[in-house]
Structure formats: C-alpha cells, structure tokens
C-alpha cells in the first residue's frame, strides 16, 4: 500500500482525496489524520505510513476526533473527514493540529564499494518483484561496472533492460520501473511465483572491477 500510494498521488489532480484504510487499529490508542499537503487531502491512519510515504512532515496535519459511540467508528471517522473537506469547510477545523505524526523507517539497502543488498518490498498485481534498490543508487555504486543480480538460488541476471519485451517470452529479467525502482520480472510470466520470491526476500547485486 505504501509504494503504491508514494508513487501514484502525485498523479491525481489538485484536491483529490485519498483514503489510506490500512492496520487502522495498529494499537489501541490508534488516531486518524486528516493531511493537506501539496493541494491533494489524505485520510488515514497515524500508524506510521504517511511517513514512509512523505518521507517527512506533511504540509497541514489534524487529528480527527473520534466517535463517542459507535458501531461502524472507521465508518464515521472516514466518511465524516470527507464530508467536511468536500464541502469546503475550513480545513483548520477538521480536528486537532498536529506538529508530529508516527515515524517509521523504511528498510534501506546495504552497500559497499562494489555491492548492494537489498530487500523485496512489493509484489504488484503483474507478480512482478519489487526491490528497494533506485536507479540512482544503482548508477552510483555501479558506477558503470557490469554486474550479477543474484536471488534464492537461481542463476544471475548480467544485465539491465529497457523494457519487458527486450529478452523472449518466459524468460527472467530486471529493469528500473517508472518509479525507478529495481524490477525483477518475467516476460509474459509471474515472476514471484514461478521465481519463489516474497516480500522481505533478500536480492543482492555484486558489480565487477574491470
């Protein structure tokens, strides 16, 4: 849910609204956000994500209030932030102002001078495998030098594609998605499933000396 809402918001128009309903009782004192930042709102749980997804402290932040009684509370937590933003009440009085929200850190790649270990973080509705390696960290430590993208037990991938399209139909390939994340993937194929990879799976990219 992080990656998909990091990568795509910016995308929606100003004044979007987007409702991010994920471990919305990660503990039992869980608060609700109501979030301004960038001209788009977001409704959610303080549970950590909006960090991981700003990667800092949004623009205008306001803690909803919570139901006194209720059978449905996510109901009228979610649907009442809505209702007050989409009528153009002053968004100052949705609720409490915040100065802090949760932090999480995200899990971040090993390197060294000639190799990056990183870490399955997402397995997208094509199957295809998600690595928190970017393509700036990847030209960086690489630095030109042909390398191996070694995973589980399967034999290396040597080199980087463009697109899909670039190896026959069933074979296994990586390419830098329009996120610039590291993609591992498989030409008309499911690649998690057939390459037995999870989230959290470690993948790891030596690059040789010429």
């Not at 803690?63 to 109901?75: D, G, R, T, W």
Request: hydrophobic residues 40%; charged residues 20%.
């Amino acid at each position: 849910m992080k990656i998909r809402l990091e990568n795509a918001w910016q995308s929606f128009p100003e004044g979007t609204i987007h409702v991010l309903s994920v471990n919305d009782f990660d503990s039992e004192k869980q608060t609700f956000l109501a979030i301004r930042h960038q001209g788009h709102y977001f409704v959610g749980p303080d549970s950590g994500v909006f960090w991981l997804v700003f990667e800092q402290m949004p623009e205008e932040v306001y803690e909803l209030p919570m139901p006194s009684q209720s059978n449905f509370p996510l109901k009228d937590i979610y649907a009442k932030a809505v209702w007050h933003i989409t009528t153009q009440k002053s968004f100052a009085k949705i609720g409490i102002k915040r100065s802090e929200i949760v932090q999480r850190i995200a899990l971040q790649p090993v390197i060294n001078q000639s190799q990056i270990r990183g870490s399955v973080i997402h397995i997208d509705n094509f199957d295809n495998v998600i690595v928190n390696i970017s393509r700036d960290l990847f030209e960086k430590v690489g630095a030109g030098r042909s390398f191996s993208l070694y995973f589980k037990r399967h034999d290396p991938i040597t080199k980087l594609c463009q697109k899909y399209q670039d190896v026959p139909v069933g074979e296994v390939l990586c390419l830098f998605n329009s996120a610039d994340c590291l993609e591992i993937a498989i030409n008309m194929g499911m690649a998690a499933t057939l390459l037995g990879l999870n989230v959290e799976d470690v993948v790891q990219i030596d690059f040789h000396n010429k």
